[in-house]
């Protein structure tokens, strides 16, 4: 398996098992973003999709059509972290709703007819993946003569999610 594909495995693996991610779009005047939770279907070769309401600023800023926007991850034990690039857009498709709802989404909603009920389609192009390694078992290895730089660069790469 080549780095790359190593890298975006251990980046499917990590977000399906916590699915926070900072959402916001590329070209937004002051670059905010916000925290989201992102779902993806099987083997991961479609978009991301994220449930929002129509109040939220960043579900009106993608209003009038598509938009460029940037996804930042970090796993839960901070071993991982990821910047996605992709494409975003409100696609309110009735049966992708209801294959996606489940009761940690319906808690949100007054059901999934709710009027203020938003789903964001995330396209996930090119990705930065940064796998970091234990500081301590670092350091170890490190005082053991390891390079770091040399061992960090297997760690880091640029990859195509879609």
């Known amino acids: 398996m080549s780095k790359e594909a190593d890298l ?3 980046f499917w693996k990590a977000l399906k098992s916590d699915r926070t991610v900072m959402l916001g779009l590329a070209d937004h005047e ?3 973003a916000q925290p989201m939770t992102a779902v993806f279907e099987g083997d991961h070769s479609g978009p991301m999709w994220i449930f929002s309401a129509v109040d939220v600023d960043l579900v009106q ?16 034990g901070h071993d991982l972290f990821a910047t996605i690039e992709g494409r975003m857009r409100i ?17 949100w909603y007054e059901g999934k ?5 938003r789903l964001l389609r995330f396209e996930p192009g090119d990705a930065q ?10 350091g170890v290895k ?16 640029e990859v195509r999610l879609q």
């Open 8 to 10: 975006a495995e251990k």
């Open 30 to 32: 002051n670059g905010r």
């Open 61 to 76: 800023a993608v209003a009038d059509g598509e938009h460029d926007a940037l996804m930042h991850f970090v796993s839960k």
């Open 91 to 107: 696609d309110n498709d009735r049966e992708t709703i209801e294959r996606l709802w489940n009761p940690f989404i319906a808690a």
């Open 113 to 117: 007819d709710d009027p203020k009920l």
């Open 129 to 138: 993946i940064w796998l970091n390694e234990n500081s301590l078992f670092a």
């Open 142 to 157: 490190m005082m053991l003569g390891a390079d770091p730089k040399k061992d960090y660069k297997d760690k880091v790469g």
